[in-house]
């Protein structure tokens, strides 16, 4: 459990994991997964195409993916259990996670195309709770969207580093994971809260309104 609570953490505050070394992929592509369920009319709480966060095994979700025909290369391991898989024709879009104890499926990373933005995701769910900053590259940062009580978090792109959060600004990832890790999350992270549509500098500058509950012993 602690290995994934990591990885969750990494999520939040890193905003994407790097696959191999060298340079980092683009945040914005076509050839992520072309997907807009999280703001679907009919989007089910923490599901992505069948698998719900907390409630499906892994092995029973790496049978719905190997299905899908949205997929391709699916890849995994079991211990821990984890997996990773491409878009269909495109690019490594997706990694999900699963407690080793229950096998259930705990969280989901999914990078989209440029089809969402910030206004939409907000009007489905809200004002975020927290948010989080992160330097993706030199011509890219992210504004994190944290949903706790919903077991989301929606990463935005608006630009480099000397860019504004707006309306329009577009989702490149988002993912779902399990509400009941959150606490532990927010333990050991630093959040700031949502101030609506603002440069990012603004929002790097923020006070903080949740900052790690310990602090790491020195070594």
Not at 82 to 92: D, P
Request: with cysteine; aromatic share 10%; hydrophobic share 40%.
């Amino acid at each position: 459990m602690r290995k994934t609570l990591v990885m969750l953490a990494a999520f939040v505050g890193l905003g994407i994991i790097l696959v191999g070394c060298g340079a980092p992929p683009p945040l914005k592509s076509d050839k992520y997964l072309n997907d807009t369920t999280l703001i679907s009319a009919d989007a089910k709480p923490a599901t992505f195409h069948d698998i719900v966060i907390g409630e499906t095994k892994f092995v029973d979700a790496m049978n719905l993916l190997k299905a899908d025909s949205a997929f391709e290369n699916v890849q995994n391991q079991d211990n821990p259990p984890a997996a990773n898989w491409s878009a269909k024709g495109g690019e490594f879009c997706c990694q999900m996670s699963a407690d080793k104890d229950s096998g259930l499926v705990n969280a989901i990373l999914v990078r989209v195309a440029p089809k969402i933005t910030a206004a939409q995701v907000i009007e489905k769910y809200g004002e975020p709770k927290f948010v989080n900053t992160a330097d993706y590259s030199d011509k890219e940062v992210v504004l994190t969207l944290i949903y706790p009580d919903l077991g989301i978090i929606a990463w935005v792109a608006p630009g480099d580093a000397n860019s504004t959060i707006e309306g329009t600004s577009p989702v490149v990832m988002y993912m779902y994971f399990d509400k009941k890790d959150w606490q532990r999350i927010q333990d050991q992270g630093t959040f700031q809260g949502w101030m609506g549509y603002k440069p990012y500098a603004a929002y790097k500058a923020a006070t903080a309104i949740v900052t790690p509950a310990v602090t790491p012993t020195p070594q």
